[in-house]
């Protein structure tokens, strides 16, 4: 038995995407990452969740972006939106 080709990948591809449909197929890939993510984190012994630094990171970038996105308008001239 040889190692997994790019065509076998493609052909695994076709065939997830024949047996569960292109709307489903990103849900399934998100539970295998938290699964992948999960098991890494039960064996290197990490206390913390990823989920939760993610989920700070989150914030911080959305708190950021709404106050940038606060001073652009109010550096721009009233009669320009």
Known sequence: MGALTPMHFILIALVAL???GPSKLPELGRGF?????????????????????????????TAGVNESHA???ATQPTGQK
Do not use: H, I, Q, V
């Open 18 to 20: 024949l047996l569960f």
């Open 33 to 61: 990452g938290r699964m992948f993510r999960e098991f890494k984190d039960a064996t290197t012994g990490n206390g913390g969740s990823s989920d939760d630094r993610r989920d700070d990171s989150k914030k911080e970038l």
């Open 71 to 73: 001073a652009a308008e």
